[in-house]
């Protein structure tokens, strides 16, 4: 959908997002792992589709410090935190000089972490700053090499994404960056910069927004 690999969903504690999410929805989340060069971990939830739910927060045994651990350790309330959208690691310094020149520092890090199973997942991920002026609307995007991807290996759910939109008081300005760095997420004029998912779920339809 839209070219999306997934979402991030983040807040300060994973033990208390993990127990939001299930009880907001009725769907129990699948181990993660812990990211050594963020300082964070996660628990994951397959959808229907290819596009699966990351749950993200710090990881409290690890003591690395990186622009994305420091923004997630200031949320309190679950929130939809970034789009990660599919890339190819030839592609990403042509993205990352896109988001200069739209006054978006951003870099390419090499990534890994060891799944339950003890395999070790190795990807590359293009991370624009974290408290850059366009948040969720400055996507992050991610080449997985040879790894396994997450909604291949992850334990179905029944969690559907039903609807994805996206509003911001200068769409053009978004849609501007955009057209360069290759979105084409449908992008509304609305009073708020607001991205929302929408899932069905167990529970009923569901509906989660960034901040």
């Not at 004029?189 to 991205?195: D, F, T």
Request: charged share 20%; net charge negative; aromatic share 6%.
């Amino acid at each position: 959908m839209y070219n999306i690999d997934h979402f991030m969903i983040a807040s300060n504690n994973l033990e208390s997002l993990a127990e939001h999410f299930t009880q907001l929805t009725g769907i129990s989340v699948a181990a993660g792992g812990s990211h050594p060069d963020l300082g964070t971990r996660n628990k994951l939830i397959a959808t229907t589709s290819a596009v699966y739910l990351e749950l993200i927060a710090p990881d409290p045994a690890l003591e690395t410090r990186s622009d994305l651990l420091e923004v997630i350790e200031r949320i309190d309330v679950p929130v939809v935190h970034r789009m990660i959208l599919l890339g190819k690691l030839s592609d990403f310094p042509a993205i990352v000089q896109a988001y200069e020149r739209a006054g978006i520092p951003a870099v390419v890090r090499p990534l890994s972490r060891a799944t339950p199973s003890g395999e070790v997942l190795r990807w590359h991920l293009l991370m624009p700053a974290g408290d850059n002026e366009l948040g969720i609307f400055a996507p992050l995007f991610i080449d997985w090499g040879d790894a396994t991807h997450p909604s291949r290996s992850l334990p179905s759910a029944p969690c559907t994404l039903a609807d994805i939109s996206a509003s911001h008081p200068q769409p053009e300005k978004v849609q501007a960056l955009w057209k360069e760095i290759g979105v084409d997420l449908p992008l509304q004029q609305g009073p708020e910069a607001r991205l929302t998912i929408v899932l069905d779920t167990p529970k009923g339809r569901v509906q989660m927004q960034s901040a």
